[in-house]
């Protein structure tokens, strides 16, 4: 079985977003997931964010099986 190590550790960090969605929000301006303590979106600089759980995990997904939207990694430690 072929391993892609980038594929998999951002679907690990898609799992980690969705098994605890109120530590995140989802930026309006990128679609980024960024750490819900973070004020301004470090990607885009938006400060306008969607905390809601349901759109924090449905973002996640996306991040998981998509390579394009980018997460902080600074956020998930
Ligand atoms: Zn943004």
Do not use: W, Y
Not at 36 to 65: E, K, M, Y
């Amino acid at each position: 079985m072929p391993t892609f190590k980038q594929t998999s550790s951002r679907a690990e960090a898609a799992a980690k977003i969705a098994a605890n969605p109120a530590a995140f929000k989802v930026c309006e301006g990128c679609d980024s997931i960024i750490g819900s303590a973070t004020a301004i979106c470090p990607n885009c600089h938006s400060f306008r964010f969607d905390a809601t759980a349901a759109q924090v995990i449905r973002q996640a997904r996306l991040l998981g099986s998509r390579e394009q939207t980018s997460v902080t990694a600074n956020d998930l430690s």
